[in-house]
């Protein structure tokens, strides 16, 4: 939705749009973000992750205005941020890591969605047998897959991130609504069977898990883990949202800690609730599973999780948006196609009323043909836990890590080896290790479902 620019009381104080934001709208952000189906897939470690990415999303708060946290010149993205404290070699380096993983999650999302549609179909197929599952209820994702880009060629239009508070909204409320139906279906199957299942040190070395896939696995799960704290990367954007005064760091830093306090918190009690009940057969996603009753109450987690993730699509596929449409608009300033905008008033507005879409032909094929690429590779590369624990190796410690950490160290001018820079460099490197080893394990689990549906 469209303001007059004109009007001094629509705009900040760098002539930019007013923001609007604020604690609540950034927790939905973030939230969003963060609560994903990743709560599905995990087990108690997620809580030592959690706590890392509070840590570093407190210190990437600090560096988003630069040269001074409430007084210093904002920065509009991430990229803008690393450039502004590290320099033009940083800011290359991040755009491409940032976008990189961005899209790599508008894939992982979308692998998500089929998923859960496909999950409600099955359920269905199940309780129609009398409760026996067999050959005849597994079918393709696929269709399901392609479903859910057509619903993000849609919402793919809304213009920017400052927009999205609604759908963001909408999001988190069902990421607590899955999040608490799966943590109860949990909970009733472990109180059905009465004991833990489970070991302390996981799924058993046997006939269909050999030692080495066992330590695939292990790391595979770090991604996995990794993967559900990767909201570093959109950190600046949702911070650009927020209004000021009182500053923005002050916002942050209230949001961060709700938000991860409330998702750590989540995680942990359907991670080991999850694993109690299931053990060493613990569903890849809860949801996903045929074990759990009542079914209408499974559909209705698995309906809460397409909803969610139509919001989180959005919130991770923005900053990529704004970052091609502005670079278009710089290459090609003279240009109709990429900058002439064309006002719609939208419906149940008056003739001379202020609320009107702005419709652009460049944003329009752009964001069609990503949601069509991303579309594709989905339905390809339908392999959701090894594509998750991929992309949250590759991105968790260049994004949620190394640029936080070395942005707030420029910053803040720290000296070498002094107490506070030895501890940041440390925890640094700590999660670099955790990165290679689990971007190794799950492209070993890449290479084994492929063979496995070669072999099918």
Known sequence: MTVP??????VDDDGRPRRTGGVWTTSAHIITAVIGSGVLSLAWAVAQLGWITYCTSTLL?????????VLGTRSYSYMDAVGSSLGKFHHKLCGCVQQFNLFGSAVGYTIASGVNMLAIRQTNCVHRSGGVSSGACSTNASPY???????????SQIKNFG??????SVAAAMSFTYSF???????????????????????????????VQKVWRVFQALGNIAFAYSYNMILIEIQDTVKSPPSELETMKVANRFSVAVTTLFYMLCGCFGYAAFGDSSPGNLLTSTGLKPYWLLDIANVAVVLHLLGAYQVYSQPLFAFVEEKAAKWFPDSRFVNKETK??????SKDGNYYYNF???RLVWRTVF???STVISVLVPFFNDVVGLLGAIGFWPLTVYFPVEMYIAERKLARWSRTWVLLKLLSFGCFVVTLVAAAGSVAGIIDDLKASKGS
Do not use: H
């Not at 859910?148 to 919402?155: N, Y």
């Not at 199957?189 to 030692?211: C, H, L, Q, W, Y």
């Open 5 to 10: 620019a004109e009007d001094a009381t629509f």
């Open 61 to 69: 708060s600090y560096c988003y205005r630069s040269g001074d946290p």
């Open 145 to 155: 897959i392609i479903a859910f880009g057509v619903a993000q060629l849609i919402l």
């Open 163 to 168: 927009q999205l508070w609604w759908l963001s």
């Open 181 to 211: 139906i799966g943590l109860g279906l949990e909970i009733a199957k472990f109180a059905s069977t009465g004991r833990i299942k489970g070991t302390i040190t996981g799924v058993s070395i046997g006939p269909t898990v050999t030692p």
């Open 344 to 349: 719609i008033r939208l419906p149940g507005s």
């Open 360 to 362: 652009n032909m460049f």
């Open 371 to 373: 949601v069509v690429v």
